[in-house]
């Protein structure tokens, strides 16, 4: 069954350090990697996408990583802002579908 | 340039009420995506559109209807509204499917539905 998995649930940091978030995922055939940003109440904005042939790929303070391998991927985010809470979706997309399968999301909280 | 927008932004039916969601993008995009976010769970596709007058079921199709008479919007039916309908909403477009490998989908910022 395809399925994204993303860890940990939720984290809380204070602003100004750095954190990694998680996501492992079983689709196959695998096509690309998102990281989206939901803010509470508005829709997810991309911030990054990677195919099988990226490993890395960044976006400001943000920078993702992919293992095709062994399927998992982490957001990275340096030094932090409180702009930056928010819950952070992992999406997979099935290759040569144009379905994506996205994860249930980290919640993060920034606290000054 | 307002990208994606969706319409309402909140709304309240009773069990058996029928509604229409409108979502409209400026973006001359081909692809349309009416999705939804439940808590504890990931964005599940109701249905999508590759292109004006075409519709497809996604995922999580049944009690709702779509429509794409004109290219610019992406219209969501709910015939008899149900309980286990109360959601958000989002609407989504992309120039191309997404299979491609930097495709960028852009999201509305949701309709969240209650039904009673």
């Known amino acids: 069954k395809n399925q994204v998995e993303q860890s940990p649930q939720s984290l809380i940091i204070l602003e100004g350090k750095n954190c990694t978030l998680q996501?492992?995922?079983?689709?196959?055939?695998?096509?690309?990697l998102r990281w989206y940003k939901q803010d509470t109440g508005r829709g997810p904005v991309s911030l990054t996408i990677?195919?099988?042939?990226?490993n890395t790929k960044s976006n400001g303070r943000y920078t993702a990583t992919l293992d095709a391998d062994t399927k998992q991927s982490s957001l990275h985010i340096t030094a932090s802002q409180l702009s930056d809470s928010a819950s952070y979706i992992c999406?997979?997309?099935?290759?040569?579908?144009?379905?994506?399968?996205f994860g249930t999301g980290t919640r993060l909280q920034v606290f000054p | 340039n307002a990208g994606v927008t969706q319409t309402p932004k909140f709304r309240v039916l009773k069990t058996g009420q029928s509604m229409t969601l409108l979502c409209a993008q400026d973006?001359?995009?081909?692809?349309m995506y009416w999705y939804r976010q439940d808590p504890g769970m990931g964005l599940r596709l109701i249905h999508y559109?590759?292109?004006?007058?075409?519709?497809a079921k996604g995922e999580v199709p049944d009690g709702y209807n779509v429509s794409r008479l004109k290219k610019q919007n992406f219209l969501l039916g709910l015939e008899s509204a149900a309980p286990s309908q109360t959601s958000v909403y989002f609407c989504?477009?992309?120039?191309?499917?997404?299979?491609?490998?930097?495709?960028?989908?852009?999201f509305g910022q949701g309709t969240r539905l209650t039904v009673v």
């Open positions: 559109s590759v292109g004006e007058g075409t519709t």
């Open positions: 973006m001359n995009h081909e692809y």
């Open positions: 996501c492992n995922y079983t689709v196959s055939p695998f096509s690309n």
């Open positions: 999406v997979v997309s099935v290759y040569n579908t144009d379905k994506l399968i």
């Open positions: 989504a477009s992309s120039s191309r499917g997404l299979r491609g490998g930097n495709t960028e989908a852009f």
């Open positions: 990677m195919t099988f042939s990226e």
